[in-house]
């Protein structure tokens, strides 16, 4: 575990400890509140994560990086970008993932659009976030994510 991830967990179970000190009755009230919101999620992370898992099976790296490596810039740009958005992978695999693109010849523009959309831009994540968030935040959000990733891909090319 990193420190960040262990910095939050200690930090959460700190405020927790604070708000329980506090009025235990309201925390209980909310730790039940959220462990039933978490219930009704659980089917549709399942689903996210079998989707997840079935499109990295059908879209291994090797032939994203043999599809990406093999177009000029900007269509291998938006090509990557568009892998990246029907996948929806941790930053933790995320980033060796688009290091293993890299060293297998992939431009740095395409694998920062592949990397950006990767964690920001999420398709198969769309009906939870239509469900707790609403269709128009869902659109939103998601357009926003995937004009950014290009903007900050093109950027990092030219940087780099």
């Given at each position: ?75 291998a740009t938006i090509a990557a970008a568009l892998f990246g958005t029907v996948t929806l992978v941790p930053a933790f695999i995320a980033f060796p993932l688009v290091g293993t693109l890299v ?58």
């Open positions: 575990m990193d420190i960040f991830t262990l910095a939050i967990w200690v930090g959460t179970l700190v405020f927790l400890g604070v708000s329980f000190a506090r009025d235990k009755v309201k925390t209980k009230q909310a730790l039940k509140m959220a462990f039933g919101m978490g219930k009704g999620m659980v089917a549709n992370i399942l689903s996210i994560i079998f989707a997840i898992g079935l499109i990295l099976t059908i879209l291994p790296p090797t032939e994203i990086a043999s599809f990406v490596g093999n177009r000029s810039v900007l269509l060293n297998a010849g992939v431009s740095v523009v395409p694998a920062v659009a592949f990397l950006t959309t990767l964690t920001m831009v999420g398709a198969v994540t769309i009906p939870l976030e239509k469900k707790e968030f609403g269709l128009k935040f869902t659109v939103i959000r998601n357009s926003l994510s995937f004009l950014f990733a290009i903007v900050i891909a093109l950027v990092m090319g030219v940087m780099i």
